[in-house]
């Protein structure tokens, strides 16, 4: 059986840099690092400040994670026979059999990948997805949201992958008639 396996795309994560770097520059402008703060009859001058500020302080953040992810060559992503494995999430693979539904999530035309896990505490995440666990499974409704943003591979595959895997374990691990 074929495993689906995603890698760090270079290019894609090129394009998520420059548009951190976009977001930072325009944040800046807010608070007035470039000269006089932005201003507006629309919204108060604190509103723009804190806007501005938020910006800037957040993709400066994800600017950095995207800088580290372009020197990952390592896999994002391994859907197989055994399971889900995802990198940002764990060094552990999910068995199919831990894995009650697979749904997705869509936030600004950004589609996730939603496992819906059997005993959610068995596979604790790291960093910083693992500390928003809590509220994400309130947000999402289930307990992983996986995202390619920044590999070579798209949601597509890897459900079609999820069905196919998924559908294959079950076969082999469901009783079979005698023949």
């Known amino acids: 059986m074929v495993e689906f396996v995603a890698y760090p795309s270079r290019w894609r994560i090129m ?18 690092a470039f000269g006089a ?21 957040f993709f400066s953040l994800a600017g950095v994670l995207w800088i580290r992810m372009l020197f990952d060559r390592k896999e994002q992503l391994r859907i197989g026979a055994e399971g889900i494995r995802w990198a940002r999430w764990s060094d552990w693979t999910i068995s199919w059999n831990e894995i009650t539904d697979v749904t997705t999530w869509e936030l600004y035309r950004q589609k996730s990948i939603v496992l819906h896990l059997r005993d959610p505490a068995r596979f604790p995440g790291r960093g910083l997805l693992g500390m928003a666990a809590k509220a994400n499974r309130r947000l999402i409704g289930g ?11 798209s949601v597509a ?10 559908t294959a ?3 082999s691990t469901s009783p079979r008639p005698p023949a």
């Open 169 to 171: 374990a079950r076969q």
């Open 143 to 153: 307990d992983i949201a996986i995202s390619l943003t920044g590999t070579d591979r």
């Open 157 to 166: 595959e890897a459900l079609s992958a999820i069905e196919r895997l998924r």
């Open 37 to 57: 703060p932005f201003s507006s009859q629309r919204y108060s001058p604190v509103f723009i400040l804190i806007v501005g500020w938020i910006d800037v302080i």
């Open 15 to 32: 394009l998520l840099i420059m548009l951190a770097v976009a977001f930072v520059v325009m944040g800046a402008e807010m608070i007035g």
